[in-house]
């Protein structure tokens, strides 16, 4: 037994470093050693422990049993200081005589309490993953790479895939659309966004979560309270978008570019370089400002510019700001709602700018919109939004806007009459288009292909222009520009009857002026005499038209009426 004791206590260090609590008592049962950590557990003072009965130290100790009987306990399971523990006592032999016995306790309790958490987590876990499996809507999750780590059973379905087609991907391969590995990697939350999925519409909310404190990754949910009632509401949302776009097509056929660049029939340099420029700026979104004299073309233009831009499918709008009546602009430009005005549609009016959504307005004659019109264009071409007469409800709208003027703007804004912050707003591209009297090649080209276009109506009756009539059209001043020469070429080819060729006396008298035989008269009287003729020859060309001829000769209906009287032409 000496042995035995001699060596514990020689080697008591080793007896401290044992995790566990130890009790050696001697055959009478006195305390012979006890380690700190038994102390610990039975909370008495090491001096109330050597060396005293083992009851005394520990009143419900069994050890003096286990030295009786010679028999070994193991792992039983005992409280003291209600503390859980497990114990296991042996009685202790030496030289084959027993000398003493051992008990051995491991304090379990914090294992317990590390169980109960296991516990608790493995049941969250199972309510997690029965979450996963019952939600209606599509629940994601992934980590910081954006790898895929857990998905609803719903979202599966949705998508046609299984487990193993999901688990651990990267979020991009599975999701088109998905923006669930940028919230895992910036961390800003993304609530009730509209994404497609494969065809279909939801709503769809990202948010990133963390783990100790520090982000881990995003939760992503995209709501389908149940996958037929968002099969029904897709269905609903693909037939509204397809009757939509059927109404944008149908109004985008009704109202379309009727001209290309191919038909802006030139050999000008100046006019080919603005034709170059008109269809570069054509794909960007830029204001376009267009003058130029009237019938020089920059209707043409607006058409080609639209055509050839990426709106060519949708709506070409075009106001003539001039042929509408102040008082119905507004409602005309901005629509009206039900019951805005007396006399307005009960139903209400779509404006010309809603009208031309995702496509191009053409504001013709923008320098004769009234003032306070132009503060309300302004405001569309600021603000990008529209608001109808009688609503305070402003609707977003994308819409190109050329606008074409034969005044001088910039004058007209020093003069007051034009607001300079629209003008500078309108004018970011600007097109000028020559007279065709600065640009003389293009007469014959020109006159050439309005035969052409007339001969293709008719079956080709006219072969060209004599030499004669292309000396007077080459002359001539055309202050009506290419409108007019269009006009003079249509009413010679009307007039025509057995020639080939375009004759001087196919032409208006007014283009003749070398026809006119010099009679050795006045100045004054040969003037007479040539204004007369031109008088007669407008009154035929427009069959007695009173108001047309002197539209057409630049004059007062009265100045008509006078000079007819003088030259008794009545
Ligand atoms: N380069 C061209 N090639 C072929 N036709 C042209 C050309 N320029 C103008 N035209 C024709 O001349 C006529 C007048 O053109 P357009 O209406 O575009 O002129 P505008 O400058 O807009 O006139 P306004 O200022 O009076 O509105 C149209 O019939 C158009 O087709």
Request: hydrophobic share 40%; aromatic share 8%; with cysteine.
């Amino acid at each position: 037994m000496n042995n035995f004791f001699s060596c514990v206590l020689e080697n008591q260090n080793v007896f401290e470093e044992i995790t566990n609590a130890i009790i050696l008592v001697d055959h009478e049962g006195r305390v012979k050693n006890i380690n700190e950590r038994a102390i610990q557990l039975l909370n008495i003072p090491i001096e109330q422990a050597i060396d005293k009965p083992i009851l005394e130290v520990y009143a419900e100790s069994k050890l003096m049993d286990t030295f009786k009987t010679l028999t070994v306990d193991h792992d039983v399971s005992i409280v003291i200081n209600g503390r859980h523990c497990i114990t296991s006592r042996i009685p202790v032999f030496e030289g084959g005589k027993p000398v003493g016995a051992i008990a051995i306790f491991d304090d379990v309790t914090k294992y317990e309490a590390l169980n109960e958490k296991l516990k608790a987590d493995q049941s969250e876990m199972v309510i997690l993953k029965s979450i996963l499996e019952l939600a209606y809507d599509g629940i994601l999750v992934v980590d910081l790479n954006g790898n895929i780590t857990m998905i609803s059973n719903a979202y599966k379905r949705f998508l046609g895939l299984e487990d193993d087609e999901v688990i651990g991907k990267h979020v991009t391969q599975v999701i088109p659309n998905t923006r669930m590995h940028i919230v895992a990697k910036t961390g800003v939350p993304e609530i009730n966004d509209f994404q497609e999925i494969r065809g279909d519409y939801m709503v769809a909310t990202r948010i990133p979560y963390y783990v100790d404190g520090k982000q881990a990754g995003a939760i992503g949910k995209v709501i389908f309270r149940n996958v037929s009632e968002l099969h029904n509401i897709n269905k609903k949302y693909t037939k509204i978008e397809q009757e939509l776009r059927n109404l944008r097509s149908e109004i985008s056929s009704i109202h379309k570019a009727k001209y290309t660049f191919e038909q802006i029939i030139t050999s000008n340099d100046q006019m080919n370089k603005l034709k170059h420029q008109a269809k570069k700026i054509a794909y960007t979104k830029s204001n376009v400002l267009i003058q130029g004299e009237s019938g020089t073309g920059k209707e043409l233009f607006a058409h080609a510019i639209h055509q050839e831009s990426n709106r060519h499918d949708m709506p070409f709008i075009s106001v003539n700001c001039a042929a509408i009546p102040e008082q119905l602009l507004e409602s005309e430009l901005f629509g009206y709602e039900k019951g805005a005005f007396t006399g307005a549609d009960k139903n209400g009016r779509i404006g010309k700018f809603e009208l031309a959504d995702l496509g191009t307005i053409f504001l013709d004659e923008i320098g004769d919109m009234p003032l306070q019109m132009q503060a309300k264009i302004l405001r569309v071409l600021q603000e990008g939004e529209v608001e109808r007469v009688g609503s305070n409800r402003p609707k977003q709208i994308d819409v190109r806007v050329i606008a074409a003027t034969n005044r001088n703007l910039l004058e007209m804004v020093e003069a007051k009459q034009f607001r300079e912050d629209l003008y500078y707003r309108l004018n970011v591209i600007n097109l000028k288009i020559p007279p065709l009297r600065d640009r003389k090649e293009d007469v014959m080209l020109l006159s050439k292909h309005f035969i052409d276009q007339l001969n293709q109506q008719d079956h080709g009756k006219v072969r060209g222009i004599s030499e004669k009539a292309q000396f007077l059209l080459s002359h001539y001043q055309w202050q009506g520009n290419i409108r007019e020469l269009r006009n003079i070429i249509e009413r010679a080819y009307n007039i025509m009857e057995g020639d080939d060729f375009i004759q001087p006396y196919h032409l208006p008298a007014f283009m003749k002026t070398t026809e006119l035989d010099y009679t050795g008269e006045p100045l004054k009287h040969m003037m007479e005499i040539y204004e007369k003729k031109l008088l007669l020859e407008r009154l035929i060309y427009f069959k007695g038209n009173k108001t047309k001829t002197a539209g057409d000769l630049g004059i007062s209906r009265m100045a008509l009426h006078t000079k007819l009287e003088k030259y008794d032409l009545r």
